[in-house]
């Protein structure tokens, strides 16, 4: 159970320093040749050590390697090379002498023999792909013996690309030993496990690995335990029926009160309300809501976690919102809602072509009958039927958006052709429709009189179309237009 990880140091301080190659050496030993003398390499700088052929022996600070394509050694300056090679195995080494430069009160200082070395990493790495190491090694070979600047650029591009691949052995090899040291730490989270013993476990030095974890993981070991047993807890409190004594013991915490002080810190609820709230499936469909839930004692299943004001809820509750929300959406289908839209703009002729011979050129009114409540269509309530159809709006309706509530003595100042009339479902907008079509004021229009009214019951897209504002009922809607107009397919 991985909890939040940052970036492994090294890289940083690595990119902060300038390098300058010095010298370029190739080795090569004649297994069959003599040698009288034990042969030592000078290390006054920083050296970079690349092999090229199998089982080659090489003793650096008295102890023996063996060589192998892509084996790289980083030495500090004055680090003792002995090149032995008693066992009669060819043997081709690169040796790199480079400069490390250190920007200090700025004026630039070089790596000096005696002083602290300066390269982030010194020491053994082994390159993933032998293959191209023995191209980097021939194609420093090869420019180190011609005589032009860009030859020599070149070679000191080689040994740029030779520290970065050491640089990332190194981060790979800390990753894997302090993944394995957090996985040790999880393994064994009810127990007070030493840092000294997970320090041990990375090969680590006890200040080096306490460092590095915090570094990684964002967090120190004893937070982390903590943050760990709490996770645990929620887990038990969530699923298992256990009271609060039998979960505190099996976290590995002996003090009941101790547990439930540290649990309300971290969460903000005593563990009785954290129990109880866990029954309950909310979802808050806003950062806004969110935090008045939490308020309330009440932390949701379902939240935003998509901004960066969000940052304290996802730290604290990612437990327990077990469904991310967002406001934005990536769903990379541009070419579908392309599709979409051509298939609208064609079901729109059609359902013009199937209109016209109806609406014509005259304005058309679409009135709503509520319960107690007569209301007016505007510009924005129904733009299927005043923009994409192109049918006229009433021009005393034209600066209203949605709706408004009108009297029916209002009804004949706004000079319909044609209405179009929706009656909610209900006995009562029933009634308040049968009263208003025999009344005077309704009898009176001109748009009544000729016949020109279509009736609709109960249908959806009219009880509340800032909720049907979205593709698919409006697709819908324009597709039933004509029926609704009494038009048959």
């Not at 520290?163 to 990753?175: F, G, I, V």
């Not at 563990?271 to 029954?279: C, E, H, I, K």
């Not at 009804?411 to 479902?425: N, Q």
Request: with cysteine.
């Amino acid at each position: 159970m991985s909890m939040n990880k940052q970036p492994l140091p090294g890289l940083h301080t690595a990119a902060r320093l300038s390098y300058r190659l010095m010298d370029v050496e190739i080795l090569r030993d004649d297994p069959q040749a003599s040698r009288k003398e034990r042969a030592f390499i000078e290390t006054k700088l920083h050296l970079l050590l690349l092999s090229n052929a199998f089982d080659g022996r090489i003793i650096i600070d008295g102890r023996l390697h063996i060589l192998k394509p892509g084996w790289i050694y980083v030495c500090a300056p004055g680090q003792l090379i002995e090149w032995t090679n008693h066992i009669g195995q060819p043997l081709e080494l690169l040796l790199l002498h480079f400069q490390v430069i250190v920007q200090r009160d700025n004026r630039a200082e070089a790596s000096t023999l005696g002083a602290d070395p300066l390269f982030p990493f010194l020491g053994e790495a082994l390159l993933q792909s032998p293959a191209a190491a023995s191209l980097l090694f021939d194609m420093i070979s090869l420019n180190s013996k011609q005589s032009t600047a860009s030859a020599w650029l070149r070679c000191e591009a080689g040994l740029l690309e030779l520290l970065s691949l050491a640089l990332t052995y190194q981060e790979r090899q800390t990753e894997i030993a302090l993944e394995t040291a957090r996985l040790e730490l999880e393994h064994h989270y009810t127990s007070e496990i030493a840092i000294e013993s997970l320090a041990r476990i990375a090969g680590l030095s006890r200040f080096h690995f306490m460092r590095l974890f915090k570094e990684r993981f964002g967090k120190g070991v004893a937070e982390y335990r903590t943050e760990f047993r709490l996770r645990e807890a929620k887990r038990l409190m969530s699923g298992e029926n256990l009271t609060l004594a039998e979960i505190v013991e099996r976290i590995g915490y002996k003090n009941e009160s101790y547990f439930s002080s540290l649990f309300k810190k971290q969460t903000g609820f005593a563990p009785a309300v954290y129990q109880g709230n866990r029954q309950r499936k909310l979802a808050a469909y806003s950062w806004i809501n969110l935090g008045q839930l939490l308020a309330l004692q009440m932390i949701p299943i379902a939240a935003p976690m998509d901004h960066y004001w969000t940052d304290r809820y996802r730290n604290k509750y990612d437990f327990e919102v077990t469904t991310t929300l967002s406001h934005h959406y990536e769903l990379e289908r541009e070419e579908d809602a392309e599709t979409w839209l051509r298939r609208y703009d064609r079901d729109v002729i059609i359902a013009q072509e199937k209109l016209a011979p109806i609406l014509g050129r005259g304005h058309l009114l679409v009135l709503a009958v509520g319960r107690n409540q007569l209301s007016v269509w505007g510009q924005q309530a129904d733009t299927v039927l005043y923009e994409d159809l192109g049918i006229a709006m009433p021009p005393s309706l034209r600066d209203i958006d949605w709706n408004k509530p009108i009297e029916p003595s209002e009804l004949a100042g706004i000079h319909a052709d044609r209405i179009l009339v929706h009656i909610e479902r209900g006995s009562a907008a029933e009634a308040h429709w049968h009263q208003l079509s025999r009344s005077e004021a309704w009898l009176k229009l001109p748009a009544v009189q000729a016949g020109h009214v279509h009736l609709v019951f109960g249908y959806g897209c009219f009880d509340a179309p800032w909720n049907e504002h979205a593709a698919e009922p409006i697709s819908r809607f324009l597709n039933d237009l004509p029926e609704l107009f009494g038009i048959k397919n």
